[in-house]
């Protein structure tokens, strides 16, 4: 499973991906203003920074602007796949830029339909939102599912960018399932490496340790 970062914050991107840990970058509006930093100055950096796909999504609402929005992000790096959401002018705005060589990630989406329709309109990625289902008690997990489901059937080859993940569990059921990509924070990254077994075992490794009076070094 390849790891997306989910933010415009250029230390945290950096810290993760010194690990290895960074095989792209998804950013959003609502990530952009959180950051602070202008648009295409901070999309340029974290391309720079990073090999995978950078996401950048329009702000446009008709296709003919989308379009015209992505064509100009597209320019920024060659890493960077444009985001359009899941409207009909947003499919619209997939199929020409997907045409045109460009990745395109599309967003927001919430149905099996919404992402049948995306892979049909040549999306490199469809980026089902696990968390905000969750927040309205459906089951983000059963969608993944059956867009893997639906993809394998007919051979579709736009991949599955598990997002909106909350959770350390749902990088699990993601992975078991067998998205192609997930993003999610930092945060939730780090906190993947958490478990109380491994805390408890070292303490009690230490302590003995600390009984031998040796040293390594
Ligand atoms: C994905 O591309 C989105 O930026 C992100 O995963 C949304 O997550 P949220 O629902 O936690 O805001």
Redesign the pocket.
Known sequence: MRFFV?TAEIDAIAELNDLGMVDGV???P??IMKSGRDILEVTKEICDLVDGPV?AEVVAMEADAMIAEGRKLAEIAENIAV?VPLTWDGLKACKVLSGEGHMV?V?LCFSANQALLAAKAGATFI?P?I??LDDINIDGMELIADIRTIYDNYGFDTQI?A????TVNHVTEAARIGADVM???PAVIKAMANHPLTDKGLDAFMKDWAKTGQKIL
């Not at 997002?163 to 909350?166: G, K, L, P, Q």
């Open positions: 989910d998804t950013t959003n609502s990530l996401s985001k990630n967003t980026s939102f968390g905000r960018l997002a909106s993940i909350r993003t999610a924070p």
